[in-house]
């Protein structure tokens, strides 16, 4: 009866440890787009993708109004960052000039204007599961 009573104990804390994970939804939003043709790109990665690899998760969203939003849904609590491009003409990649310089708006989730391409520590965010807003400016 002791062993039963302990197997049930254990059953019921993985129950109550299972449902303490948590997923939530990440909501970007991209208040200051520029011009309304094309479509905003938006990328979930996570340290080990950034940059590198494909993202976690991916997203377009029209503009209006000068806004982009879009909802990253069911994503673990876990370190994130987000890379935006506002792709002006629909090819699906950031096009640059002659020199090497975009020529697209671009920007991440910690909303630093730097030279170069994107940086995960200057980019990432603690996710905690429950449903989070950022705001990425371009």
């Known amino acids: 009866m002791k062993t ?4 049930f ?12 994970e948590s997923s939530g939804n990440i909501t970007a939003t ?27 998760s991916s997203e377009k969203a029209v503009i209006t109004d000068g806004q982009a939003t879009v909802t990253f ?9 987000v890379v935006v491009l506002h792709d002006r003409n ?6 640059f000039d002659s020199s090497g310089m975009p020529k697209e708006d671009y920007g991440t989730s910690g909303n630093t204007m730097s030279f ?16 989070q807003e950022i705001e990425i400016r371009l």
Do not use: C, R
């Not at 990328?43 to 993708?49: N, P, R």
């Not at 170069?116 to 449903?131: I, T």
């Open 30 to 56: 991209v208040p200051n787009v520029n011009g309304t043709e094309g479509e905003v790109h938006f990328a979930l990665y996570t340290a080990g993708t950034f940059m590198k690899q494909a993202p976690l």
């Open 9 to 20: 104990a254990l059953l019921l804390g993985s129950i109550v440890h299972g449902q303490t």
């Open 90 to 95: 629909n090819n699906g990649k950031m096009d």
């Open 116 to 131: 170069g391409p994107p940086n995960w520590e200057a980019s990432k965010f603690e996710f905690d599961g429950a449903a």
């Open 73 to 81: 849904k069911n994503i673990e609590k876990g370190t994130y960052a």
């Open 4 to 7: 039963l009573a302990v197997l």
